[in-house]
């Protein structure tokens, strides 16, 4: 079982910056790819990043260019680099295994983008 906890969230104008950690306990030594996943207000979950053990990572379309995942192996930490914050990034921002676990969500971190 793996747990999880986001930080980092906060308010910020658009064309900001925030930077979100998640930090992993427990049996993590079996993870191959991790991603970050948001809950826009009244909206599905939706996975916008992802990473593989090696570091090799993916996005979505809405926020290619602007967001950037990393891992730190050692420290069994991941981090979301995000840049150009629009509005539409407001969201609750998890982490979670790719796939996700159903069992390891944690409370999640709220990014809210407003001028």
């Known amino acids: 079982q793996v747990q999880l906890v986001e930080s980092g969230g906060g308010l910020v104008q658009p064309g900001g910056s925030l930077r979100l950690s998640c930090a992993a306990s427990?049996?993590?030594?079996?993870?191959?790819?991790m991603g970050w996943y948001r809950q826009p207000p009244g909206k599905q979950r939706e996975l916008v990043a992802s990473?593989?053990?090696?570091?090799?990572?993916n996005y979505a379309d809405s926020v290619k260019g602007r967001f950037t995942m990393s891992r730190n192996n050692a420290k069994k930490t991941l981090y979301l680099q995000m840049n150009s914050l629009k509005v539409e990034d407001t969201a609750v921002y998890y982490c979670?295994?790719?796939?996700?676990?159903?069992?390891?969500w944690g409370q999640g971190t709220q990014v809210t983008v407003s001028s």
């Open positions: 979670n295994t790719v796939p996700q676990n159903k069992d390891s």
């Open positions: 990473i593989t053990f090696g570091g090799t990572t």
């Open positions: 427990g049996s993590v030594s079996t993870i191959i790819s």
